[in-house]
């Protein structure tokens, strides 16, 4: 445990090189924390910690941002296939997530 210590990575802001040095941040905490299951709301930050859950086998659970009200985020979309919970926040995204659940407004 790290007693309520946050740990930042980069925001790769669509830049490759942004995207390896947050998937080299995130790989270095998941092997420190082995974390059973990671929460994200995502944006492309997200990422590399929906990839690295999968080959740690820790589950997902993604909340499909508000701000989309009828068309799937991108990190949604590559989050989709791969959680174990995918939450979204309005019905209108159902046609995108047939099998997401609704959480409201969060």
Known sequence: QDNGVVKF????HRSLLGY???????FFYFLIYRPKFIISSGAGI???SIFLAKIFSAKLIFIETAANLHVPSRTG????KRAALFVIQYDSL?????????????
Not at 20 to 26: D, E, G, K, P, R
Not at 77 to 80: D, N, T
């Open 9 to 12: 990575v980069v925001n790769p």
């Open 94 to 106: 159902r046609k995108f997530y047939p099998n997401a659940k609704l959480g409201r407004l969060l």
């Open 46 to 48: 997200a990422v590399p």
């Open 77 to 80: 979309k590559f989050a989709y």
């Open 20 to 26: 390896a040095l947050c998937f080299v941040q995130s």
